[in-house]
């Protein structure tokens, strides 16, 4: 069973005022199949961890490790890290002028496989995707994300996630923007991967409507860089009726 272990991790970003420490000791495990949701107010450090599992510069790891089955993931570049298995959803995906999503999908798909994909399964699997997530075929030509809505990023995203078959999946707010039909498409995508490839989730949100769809294993509250709490589905609820506010409160108290 693959594990995504997170111990003890620090991470600081350079500002216009100087380094400043956003996470401050993560502990976190994610084993194979699991759906692991971490809600919390702006500005505590979710998407901070996000871009971390993924490799992104901006941020500084200054203690902790973060290891897939064993191996030091902190020590991959970023495309190893997707070779590995590792996976993010992007809460604002970026447009690539130029480049078809047919293009992209295929490219990626190549990179970390070590092969291309034969042309006439490939084909029938993109297909059979978009058919799923209801993207009319017309978008395998168009630039990636360009002229996007919200909600067809989004759905493109989980296109990538259902095709590229990742180990585990960190999903930055994939909810945001998404009325309720892309909201249940999109959920409706990270359903089938799980139980088709049995992806491990980190699910990243400030609501709990996505929740009702992709229900969790865990649900963890995240506040000034680090797990204030951590349960069940349940916690979910009780935060939807009382906030952060007492979270909160206790942070600024220490």
Known sequence: M???????LHVTVETDQGIKPILRGVDLTINEGEIHAIMGPNGSGKSTLAYTIAGHPKYTVTGGTITLDGEDVLAMTVDERARAGLFLAMQYPVEIPGVSVSNFLRTAKTAIAGEAPAIRGWIKEVRDSMSNL?????????NVNEGFSGGEKKRTEILQLELLKPRFAVLDETDSGLDVDALKIVSEGVNRAKATTGLGVLLITHYTRILRYIRPDFVHVFVAGRIAEQGGPEL???????????????????
């Open 2 to 8: 693959s594990v995504l272990e997170i111990k003890d």
């Open 134 to 142: 209801r993207m009319d075929k017309s978008f395998a030509e168009r």
């Open 236 to 254: 979910a609820d009780r935060l939807e009726d009382e906030g952060y506010d007492r979270y909160v409160d206790t942070a600024n108290v220490e």
